[in-house]
């Protein structure tokens, strides 16, 4: 929970997937994002949701005698977000002339797309209670039409200006 606010941002997402065999585990992820964060020369706000498909893979205990539910996975995903952001008092110098000026950006929006690889474990500790860490290398973003800025957080993203980005999350599960 203390991780899910970092750097003014707050993030959070349900996941669901599906057991079949013990060896492929279909997921589907929703999820949201706001930001708001106010630096000496500007504010930048951001509110988004996103959606993620696609399966894991178990490499560890799939034999039917198991005592324990415990998963070794690694997956693929496809991810999409919607994202509306403002960019507001961006305070802007020019050094040459020797002034100064404040720049807007409000209600913009953008739709982003991209490839997810994850790795991962996920533990049994009592029941139907489970614990998990997870690991994604996220590449091969692009966003489905031109917008005259780019946000600086996508939901579900990250910080967006690398062509790779890592991800770690942590998770919490109950097995209905």
């Known amino acids: 929970v203390a991780t899910a606010w970092?750097?003014?941002r707050f993030e959070t997402s349900l996941t669901i997937d599906v057991n079949l065999w013990h060896r492929?585990?279909?997921?589907?992820?929703?999820?949201?994002?706001?930001?708001?964060?106010?630096?000496?020369?500007?504010?930048?706000?951001?509110?988004?949701?996103?959606a993620k498909l696609g399966a894991n893979y178990n490499f560890i205990n799939f034999k039917s005698d198991r005592k324990y539910d415990?998963?070794?996975?690694?997956?693929?995903?496809?991810a999409y977000s919607y994202t509306e952001y403002s960019l507001k008092n961006a305070v802007i110098e020019n050094k040459y002339w020797e002034e100064t000026g404040t720049y807007e950006s409000v209600n913009q929006k953008s739709n982003f797309g991209?490839?997810?690889?994850?790795?991962?474990v996920r533990a049994q500790i009592y029941k139907n209670f489970f614990m998990?860490?997870?690991?994604q290398v996220k590449t091969f973003g692009h966003f489905y039409e031109d917008t005259p800025t780019n946000p600086t957080y996508i939901s579900g993203y990250g910080k967006y200006g690398d062509d790779v980005l890592f991800g770690l999350n942590y998770?919490?599960?109950?097995?209905f």
Do not use: Q
């Open 6 to 8: 970092r750097d003014g």
């Open 114 to 120: 991209w490839f997810e690889v994850v790795v991962g």
């Open 24 to 50: 492929l585990f279909p997921v589907a992820e929703v999820g949201i994002m706001t930001a708001n964060i106010k630096e000496e020369l500007y504010n930048y706000e951001t509110i988004g949701c996103f």
């Open 171 to 175: 998770s919490l599960s109950y097995r």
């Open 132 to 135: 998990g860490v997870s690991m």
């Open 70 to 78: 415990h998963i070794f996975y690694a997956g693929l995903r496809y």
